[in-house]
């Protein structure tokens, strides 16, 4: 993690957790009851943590106090959370950014963890990363051709693939310069997205605290239920 900025973990889920978090997803859109959604390329719906018990208690399982902890210490929250399911036939890849590039916060970096809830392959959009890149620091960003960017798609360094199955996952810092292809494929590319901070994080721009809802570890052990600061 030190030297290339990310690493994977395989099957960390079973397919019938995958399958729970899909419908307990799918059932959570139900409710927002959002229109033609088969008509966008990439259907992103945040902060699903904050308002749906089944995801919390995902996002609040021991492996995530874990791995939150082992990187940035004993009181750690979710800081944000989204589903990002790409729809077939995709023609546009996510520029190449970091997750911090979005809003720049102290302390930083924080961690992502990209869930994949079907497998993530070249051919349907899996994540690309660029290695050792978070030793720079948070980089310029502007507007891309989707989404905000920070390298560019005609570079000779296109970073590696990393492809996931269902149920595995990617963690990377937020200044770990990622992308993701587009989904050539027939079916929908699945994958929920949880970040994770120390507790106290702010704004860097304000200094304002930002108000994290859900909480993950208090001196290295669970922290179930909601967090209102």
């Avoid at 989204?82 to 911090?100: I, L, M, R, T």
């Amino acid at each position: 993690m030190d030297d290339v900025g990310f690493f994977t973990v395989d099957a960390l889920f079973s397919a019938a957790e995958m399958e729970d978090l899909n419908q307990a997803l799918e059932d959570f859109e139900a409710r927002l009851a959002r229109e033609n959604l088969e008509s966008r390329e990439v259907v992103f719906t945040q902060k699903v943590a904050e308002r749906d018990e089944r995801v919390r208690a995902f996002a609040q399982q021991d492996v995530f106090v874990e791995i939150s902890t082992a990187f940035l210490g004993p009181d750690t929250d979710l800081y944000f959370n989204q589903k990002v399911y790409k729809n077939p036939n995709g023609e546009n890849a996510f520029s190449w950014h970091q997750d911090e590039g979005y809003g720049p916060v102290e302390p930083s970096p924080y961690l992502t963890v990209w869930i994949a809830i079907n497998d993530a392959t070249p051919e349907n959009g899996c994540v690309s990363v660029l290695p050792g890149s978070h030793k720079r620091g948070l980089v310029h960003h502007w507007r891309g051709s989707f989404g905000l960017e920070c390298h560019r798609f005609d570079d000779p360094d296109q970073g590696v693939l990393v492809p996931l199955s269902a149920g595995s996952i990617a963690v990377f810092w937020s200044q770990t310069i990622h992308k993701s292809g587009p989904n050539l494929t027939a079916g929908v590319r699945k994958a929920m997205v949880l970040q994770f901070s120390p507790l106290g994080l702010r704004h860097t721009a304000s200094g304002m605290l930002i108000r994290s809802r859900v909480a993950i570890a208090r001196m290295g052990h669970p922290a179930r239920g909601n967090l209102e600061v």
